[in-house]
């Protein structure tokens, strides 16, 4: 018993003891934080971000930017396949252009509010200001967003922010400045206001001024340099995302691409075809060069920014929403792989298809054939090649198929055959050629041969890209081999 009231004083001794080294320690911090606000002009924006951040606690963010004008049943497939991949949306809502004789143009999307409000997502109208625009008029353009807000909000949309798309010359961000601020107090208090970002104007001494009237900030990392040099560059990428984490006040996002376009050069200089064809640039075009983002290089950049210790960052913004039968956009497969660290592969098969019967021979293991009381017919089978990955892919050099009673055969897009014992086998005439070429080539010039420039890149095969490769006219068949590259 002695042993145990011992204890209970020595307990009470420590309680005691901890209390009054805690009334110390408060006493001895008498709100710093208080006296560096009243010091500081830019308190009341200070305190918001102090007391809001982005914590380690909030995931990472990955979003997506719906930018068709047109809306179609493809859009609502793509937003029920994307729901558990990206975890809010940008919808472009309204854009405008400018006239040469001042009058404006402005597009509002026809948007499907049915199929908005059924996905749960978070939603942030955008309007897309050309950068083309000399000036900005102020009450037009609020008015404008104004009228669209009503708009969705009577059609029962709800949405959690504004974003304006404006690539402004760094010169006139003080006059940017002046009209996000009208904007902002228009806006409904609920509503954030977010703007995308050039990585031109993070050297300007007018870009902190500009975030202290914007909630949000998004930089576009893509489609900001000479389009001949590529879509994104990951080492410039990296650059400007460490520069605004030294700078930016606001929470911010990195746009980044998941799209293609076209080079497309002329004796008047080059243009960029993207998702409207421009068919007479390329009537008169000397040279039409495909660029397309590459997945493996986003997957390993979103991964870095996935490790990024900045608290500001919230995250990442894809361009744009793949909708089936966009041929300037990543199939949605693809993007999904990348956002979540899948694999990255192409799958080219080999289809055969006859009498509208389709047969994967890229998949079938030998069976027995059995016998037929009937003579046997000659069928016309016709060769596709199929990539069912989610990357391009460089199609096989060699494809040796056995057929029986062939009495016609012929290839095209690039391969040849010949028949040998019993085989049909189909060859690219670009790999022969090649093998040709370095065999017959003298010893200086075995290099240049080897090194092939941009006119002798090699065909690569988009994801659910389709090849026609030839046909022939036998009793029957089937494939014996792929020879990969």
Same mark, same amino acid.
């Given at each position: 018993?002695?042993?145990?009231?011992?204890?209970?004083?020595?307990?009470?001794?420590?309680? @005691?003891?901890?209390?009054?080294?805690?009334?110390?320690?408060?006493?001895?911090?008498?709100?710093?934080?208080?006296?560096? @606000?009243?010091?500081?002009?830019?308190?009341?924006?200070?305190?918001?971000?102090?007391?809001?951040?982005?914590?380690?606690?909030?995931?990472?963010?990955?979003?997506?930017?719906?930018?068709?004008?047109?809306?179609?049943?493809?859009?609502?497939?793509?937003?029920?396949?994307?729901?558990?991949?990206?975890?809010?949306?940008?919808?472009?809502?309204?854009?405008?252009?400018?006239?040469?004789?001042?009058?404006?143009?402005?597009?509002?999307?026809?948007?499907?509010?049915?199929?908005?409000?059924?996905?749960?997502?978070?939603?942030?109208?955008?309007?897309?200001?050309?950068?083309?625009?000399?000036?900005?008029?102020?009450?037009?353009?609020?008015?404008?967003?104004?009228? $669209?807000?009503?708009?969705?909000?009577?059609?029962?949309?709800?949405?959690?922010?504004?974003?304006?798309?404006?690539?402004?010359?760094?010169?006139?961000?003080?006059?940017?400045?002046?009209?996000?601020?009208?904007?902002?107090?228009?806006?409904?208090?609920?509503?954030?206001?977010?703007?995308?970002?050039?990585?031109?104007?993070?050297? %300007?001494?007018?870009?902190?001024?500009?975030?202290?009237?914007?909630?949000?900030?998004?930089?576009?990392?893509?489609? /900001?340099?000479?389009?001949?040099?590529?879509?994104?560059?990951? $080492?410039?990428?990296?650059?400007?995302?460490?520069?605004? %984490?030294?700078?930016?006040? /606001?929470?911010?996002?990195?746009?980044?691409?998941?799209?293609?376009?076209?080079?497309?050069?002329?004796?008047?200089?080059?243009? $960029?075809?993207?998702?409207?064809?421009?068919?007479?640039?390329?009537?008169?075009?000397?040279?039409?060069?495909?660029?397309?983002?590459?997945?493996?290089?986003?997957?390993?950049?979103?991964?870095?920014?996935?490790?990024?210790?900045?608290?500001?960052?919230?995250?990442?913004?894809?361009?744009?929403?793949?909708?089936?039968?966009?041929?300037? $956009?990543?199939?949605?497969?693809?993007?999904?792989?990348?956002?979540?660290?899948?694999?990255?592969?192409?799958?080219?098969?080999?289809?055969?298809?006859?009498?509208?019967?389709?047969?994967?021979?890229?998949?079938?293991?030998?069976?027995?054939?059995?016998?037929?009381?009937?003579?046997?017919?000659?069928?016309?089978?016709?060769?596709?090649?199929?990539?069912?990955?989610?990357?391009?892919?460089?199609?096989?050099?060699?494809?040796?198929?056995?057929?029986?009673?062939?009495?016609?055969?012929?290839?095209?897009?690039?391969?040849?055959?010949?028949?040998?014992?019993?085989?049909?086998?189909?060859?690219?005439?670009?790999?022969?050629?090649?093998?040709?070429?370095?065999?017959?080539?003298?010893?200086?010039?075995?290099?240049?041969?080897?090194?092939?420039?941009?006119?002798?890149?090699?065909?690569?095969?988009?994801?659910?890209?389709?090849?026609?490769?030839?046909?022939?006219?036998?009793?029957?068949?089937?494939?014996?081999?792929?020879?990969?590259?």
């Amino acid at each position: 018993m002695g042993n145990l009231i011992n204890n209970m004083r020595r307990n009470q001794w420590r309680l @005691f003891t901890l209390f009054i080294a805690s009334l110390w320690l408060s006493a001895c911090q008498p709100a710093a934080d208080q006296s560096e @606000f009243k010091s500081n002009p830019n308190a009341p924006h200070a305190a918001k971000t102090a007391l809001a951040p982005i914590t380690s606690e909030q995931p990472f963010s990955q979003e997506v930017y719906i930018w068709q004008r047109q809306w179609r049943p493809a859009n609502q497939t793509a937003l029920v396949q994307s729901q558990n991949a990206f975890q809010g949306l940008r919808i472009l809502a309204l854009q405008a252009h400018p006239k040469p004789n001042g009058a404006d143009i402005w597009f509002e999307v026809a948007v499907n509010h049915v199929w908005l409000q059924a996905d749960p997502r978070p939603k942030i109208l955008v309007v897309r200001l050309d950068g083309q625009f000399t000036h900005l008029n102020d009450e037009e353009v609020i008015h404008k967003i104004n009228q $669209v807000l009503a708009n969705w909000q009577a059609k029962g949309t709800h949405i959690v922010g504004v974003e304006i798309d404006h690539d402004s010359a760094s010169s006139k961000l003080p006059a940017y400045r002046k009209f996000l601020k009208k904007l902002k107090a228009h806006l409904p208090t609920q509503l954030k206001l977010s703007i995308t970002a050039l990585p031109a104007w993070l050297n %300007s001494a007018e870009f902190p001024t500009l975030l202290a009237t914007i909630d949000e900030l998004v930089l576009q990392i893509h489609s /900001v340099s000479d389009p001949r040099h590529g879509l994104f560059d990951a $080492v410039k990428g990296w650059q400007w995302v460490e520069q605004l %984490s030294r700078i930016s006040t /606001v929470p911010y996002l990195i746009a980044l691409p998941a799209y293609g376009s076209a080079v497309i050069s002329t004796a008047s200089g080059y243009q $960029v075809e993207s998702e409207t064809p421009l068919r007479h640039q390329r009537q008169s075009a000397n040279a039409v060069e495909e660029l397309m983002a590459d997945p493996k290089i986003l997957q390993t950049f979103i991964q870095k920014l996935q490790n990024q210790t900045d608290t500001k960052l919230k995250g990442i913004i894809w361009f744009r929403l793949p909708l089936e039968g966009d041929k300037r $956009v990543w199939p949605l497969n693809t993007l999904i792989a990348v956002a979540q660290h899948g694999e990255l592969a192409a799958k080219i098969e080999l289809v055969i298809s006859s009498d509208n019967n389709v047969t994967n021979q890229a998949q079938l293991t030998a069976e027995n054939t059995v016998k037929s009381h009937t003579m046997p017919q000659s069928k016309l089978f016709q060769l596709s090649l199929i990539n069912r990955g989610n990357i391009a892919g460089e199609p096989p050099t060699i494809l040796s198929l056995a057929g029986h009673a062939c009495s016609a055969y012929d290839a095209q897009n690039g391969y040849r055959v010949i028949q040998k014992d019993g085989l049909l086998t189909w060859q690219s005439q670009a790999e022969t050629t090649a093998a040709l070429t370095s065999i017959e080539a003298p010893r200086t010039n075995m290099m240049s041969v080897l090194q092939p420039n941009r006119e002798t890149q090699k065909y690569m095969l988009n994801p659910n890209g389709q090849k026609v490769i030839g046909w022939a006219r036998c009793e029957s068949l089937y494939l014996q081999g792929i020879y990969a590259p």
